[in-house]
């Protein structure tokens, strides 16, 4: 799906540009948001392929890590193995790829073929711009740069925003689509909310994380997050237990998220 | 209405990128892009006040402006007579900020109280998406940035994405919201361009852009310029001709836009 649209726009706009968005979106990667937006849509019983839609949450992430590893940011030079954008295509393609990212992932959502009538897809990238907006994404961005210490609840702070709020966004994308009435919903998000953060602290085990600052394995050892990231997986898991048969994949990829490493 | 979404945002989430968000978005300036959407609104006879929705193509004026001064793009330390927010606040805020206001904008159009339904709304929000992408303001800017001359075409194209776009976007967004067919929809859009590249002339006359690379005032002269920008602004005119007596207000903020030095 997403090979396919990066196809489209470079032929559309051959250039630097989309050569950049095409080289982050097809770096290797889990695509674990999407699966959260496909697998809530059919925990509410959704009918039609949801997966054009899906891309938009995997290319808001995107466009965050683009900007993330920029010089000004956290100044990454590799990612999984391979440059980051601007080491391969400069800085100023680099901040302009991530910005026609996030304006490519509204019109995904808001364009793409796939069910969800205009009131659903209105609702659901409210959700989106909420989650890549200061309050989410960006301000645990700032948080995570201005990180200089701190317990595990300010840790865990700066995880909800920055990590939790996207995938959290990205299951309730996949509800509202699929029509879910607001108490199926606020469970959805809460289960989201919980999870993103517990993925936050795998992602954080699997890098033995425990040189970053804002890490919880640096600060409860890599047994102590291990069991805080279980405790959270229990806590989504019971949010959503009443929806039932339906919700098993949402089930299954919510433990492959949290227990990766097994 | 700006100000009072500056005010709201720094309250829900004080810190310094929502304070560089307003930064931006508090310079003085014309805002002449919502201004657009208005009158667009008003010329189909739109019901209801869309001052609130019309904020949202000021919002990403704004964002672009934040990421064009970088250092890593046009490298510019003051505008309008003001640090420019990198300069204010820190490369790494400027880049968060200009994200989140991207964000909001399309939050603005989306959650907005104002007319429009859910299906206009979404029309609307995709025409937003469309300019502020690779295809448009980001290409423009891509182009501007590798631009080492060129004739009159090569550079009314430059024009074209990077400043018609969004001009042309506020005049749809205001005719979507209001409900335009497909006919008057694709006038408002010609005149929109027609009208945004002329716009772009005008600002080149007022700044003496003759030692700009890509400046029509460099390859055609101050006169030849201005017969351009006015050449242009006669052909959008005759695009809402037939638009009568209530497109007045859209004709007055064209000529205004286009001969601001009378």
Not at 209 to 215: K, L, T, V, W, Y
């Given at each position: 799906m997403l090979d396919a649209w990066c196809t489209r726009i470079g032929e559309v706009e051959p250039g630097p540009v989309t050569e950049a968005m095409a080289y982050s979106l097809r770096a290797p990667g889990k695509r674990i948001r999407p699966a959260f937006v496909v697998a809530a849509f059919e925990a509410l019983d959704g009918e039609g392929d949801v997966g054009e839609l899906a891309t938009a949450v995997e290319i808001v992430h995107t466009y965050s890590l683009v900007h993330d590893d920029l010089p000004c940011m956290d100044d990454d030079r590799t990612r999984r193995g391979r440059p980051t954008v601007h080491v391969a295509f400069g800085e100023a393609v680099a901040v302009l790829a991530g910005d026609a990212l996030l304006a490519a992932a509204f019109a995904a959502l808001l364009d793409g073929a796939g069910p969800g009538d205009a009131g659903r897809r209105v609702a659901a990238a409210r959700d989106l711009a909420g989650a890549a907006g200061s309050l989410a994404l960006v301000g645990g961005q700032v948080d995570d740069l201005r990180f200089s210490g701190g317990d595990a609840e300010a840790i865990e702070s700066v995880h909800a925003r920055k990590s939790a709020a996207l995938i959290a966004a990205s299951v309730t994308t996949g509800a509202r689509l699929g029509g879910a009435g607001a108490g199926p919903l606020a469970r959805l998000a809460r289960f989201g909310r919980a999870l993103g953060v517990a993925f936050q602290i795998a992602d954080d085990l699997l890098d033995a994380?425990?040189?970053?600052?804002?890490?919880l394995v640096r600060v409860l050892g890599p047994e102590g997050a291990r069991a805080r990231a279980d405790a959270l997986l229990a806590s989504a898991l019971a949010e959503i237990e009443e929806l039932g048969l339906r919700a098993e994949p949402l089930r299954v990829l919510a433990r492959y998220a949290v227990r990766r490493d097994e």
């Open positions: 994380g425990d040189d970053e600052a804002c890490s």
